[in-house]
């Protein structure tokens, strides 16, 4: 009888049902240990705790690129007392009007941010008239930091004027070389043909046809007449070197034939780098490092006209200027839409700080005479920008209009010192007394490997655990953010004023050496074995 279903379950008519079941048998058979491995590492990997690293990921609002902090008190800034703090404060209040404009909630991809708004409103509400009160002011608001490149202790500075220019508004035998506006052709991704403001820095465009995108023209195709005829003169100068001096300060005076004075202001640029002309000088032998000035450039352009010619291409960059309705009194407008202000005003690197910015900078610089540098200690507001002017401690200080101001801008090419004023909301020694501490030493061996040297200036006194905390949390916030400090830097200057005093951090134990009993248990399997042979 079972002989007989057998037989005929496994008839050619029922076989085709009996493949898929036995198929499906084999392969749940062969797969069940791979399956139950999955189930056990999924099992194994949620249940895993997650480890954090010794120092975490924190949010860092005041994080600029290639830049290294030291963060100071009050008394340890150079000729903070001696300064003028009354002059910076209404240069600050100007500056506050656009950024009080500014919706709430907009965008910012600074270093900074808007945390310059809490002090802008209190500015705006109080005109103050006494020096002390703006020092007050400045002290109640802002913390001091010293910044500088990475790797070095101190910034450079620089300096700019407005050229005054004789010109004409038609052109004549004797002034003959325009002045242009932006081309209607130049174009720049991500921006309007007639936006107001475009980047100084990066790819800038011509249009061909509809669609196509070439590199704009450089300055020998614009000199050679490449958009000349379309329109776009807005006066005649007398000479290419005034024009390219007017490019390099970024706004001018002309002064017309006709007794009338026309402004113009930094518009666009056609997209290429700039090339200072006095360093390829330099690099050629032809001024010495040490005597070269903007006197200079212009003395030996006017003796070499050849020369200046080919001189002028190696800066391949090229500025249009806008026309400005401004008086022969006002000063001219900065980058971030308001008048400069004469020995207040500085240029910044806009990719990396926000204007409205105060830097303290101080030092010696050669304001009176070429040959004597004299003691420079003032408090300037970042108010513009330059496509020269690259880094955290880099600026162009703005010395006014007309020769004099020329004179005293082009002899400045030195190193000083830059102390920024953050505001208390982005003070970093506040944020590392909440960075946790690192976890504690694994092993023996990762002792040796990384041994860690306590610093012999500090005091051997043993430290509490809750303070231990506080000031480890400081170091590592001084250590990460200033990795370089000055070596001039007294060890009272590194850290704030109401900050406690580093001290030395106990280390834990090193975990003692366990033997393992693995052998000793592999030993007496073995004997257990033998004797039951």
């Known amino acids: ?46 249940a895993a705790p997650v480890r954090h690293l010794p120092y975490p990921q924190l949010d860092s609002p005041l994080e600029i690129a290639n830049s290294q902090y030291l963060p100071l008190t009050w008394n340890d800034v150079p000729g903070w007392n001696d300064d003028d703090q009354l002059a910076a404060y209404r ?6 009007r656009p950024i009080a404009a500014k919706p709430d909630g907009a965008a910012e991809d600074k270093a900074l941010g808007d945390s310059l708004r809490d002090p802008c409103r209190e500015a705006r509400a109080a005109d103050l008239a006494d020096n002390a009160a703006a020092r007050a002011f400045f002290e109640r608001h802002f913390e001091p930091l010293k910044i500088s490149k990475l790797g070095d202790s101190d910034g450079f500075v620089t300096g700019y004027y407005e050229p005054v220019i004789e010109g004409s508004r038609t052109q004549n035998e004797v002034y003959n070389v325009p002045v242009y506006r932006r081309p209607s052709n130049l174009f720049v991704r991500g921006f309007k043909q007639d936006a107001t403001s475009l980047p100084n ?22 000199e050679d007449g490449a958009i000349e ?37 930094y518009d666009a640029y056609n997209g290429f780098p700039y090339t200072p002309v006095g360093r390829v000088l330099i690099e050629r032998g032809i001024i010495p490092r040490e005597q070269m000035s903007m006197q200079r450039i212009r003395d030996w352009m006017e003796q070499n ?17 806008r026309e400005v309705q401004l008086s022969e009194k006002d000063e001219a407008i900065g980058a971030q839409g308001i008048p400069l202000t004469p020995g207040r005003s500085i ?11 105060p830097f303290f900078i101080t030092g010696e610089l050669p304001i009176d005479s070429e040959k004597q540098k004299n003691p420079f200690h003032r408090l300037m507001i970042a108010q513009d920008t330059g496509s020269a002017i690259v880094g955290p401690a880099r600026a162009d200080l703005y010395f006014g209009a007309g020769q004099d101001a020329g004179k005293v801008s082009g002899r400045l090419k030195h190193s000083i ?17 909440k960075m946790p501490l690192p976890d504690a030493r694994p092993s023996e061996k990762i002792a040796k490997l990384f041994p860690q040297v306590l610093p012999t200036d500090a005091p051997k006194e043993p430290v509490n655990q809750d303070q231990s905390g506080k000031v480890a949390a400081a170091a590592a916030v001084k250590d990460a953010k200033a990795p370089a400090p000055a070596a ?46």
């Open 1 to 46: 009888m079972v002989r007989e279903i057998w037989k005929r379950g496994f008839t050619a008519r029922h076989l085709k049902y009996w493949t898929p079941a036995l198929a499906l048998s084999v392969a749940a058979v062969v797969l069940a240990p791979y399956a139950a491995e999955a189930v056990r590492a999924r099992h194994h990997s949620a």
């Open 91 to 96: 240069t600050f209040r100007a500056s506050c």
């Open 201 to 222: 820095k990066g790819a800038v465009y011509r249009k061909i046809g509809r669609r196509k995108l070439v590199p704009y023209y450089d300055r020998a195709e614009i």
């Open 229 to 265: 005829g379309r329109g776009l003169e807005i006066a005649w100068l007398r000479n290419q070197t005034d024009l390219l001096f007017a490019q390099i300060q970024g706004s001018a005076r002309i002064s017309l034939d006709d007794g009338s004075t026309v402004r113009i202001n």
């Open 305 to 321: 006209p050849e020369g200046a010619n080919e001189l002028r291409r190696t800066n391949r960059s090229y500025i249009f200027f």
């Open 347 to 357: 240029a910044v690197d806009k990719s990396l700080h926000v204007y409205g910015t």
């Open 417 to 433: 010192q830059f102390v920024m004023l953050v505001p208390k909301s982005l003070d970093p020694v506040a944020r590392g007394r």
């Open 488 to 533: 001039s830097a007294s060890p009272a200057t590194t850290v704030a004023q109401n900050v406690v005093a580093p001290q030395p951090v106990p280390l834990p134990e090193a975990r003692p050496r366990i033997e393992s009993d693995r052998n000793i248990r592999r030993l007496r399997y073995g004997r257990r074995h033998r004797n039951h042979r």
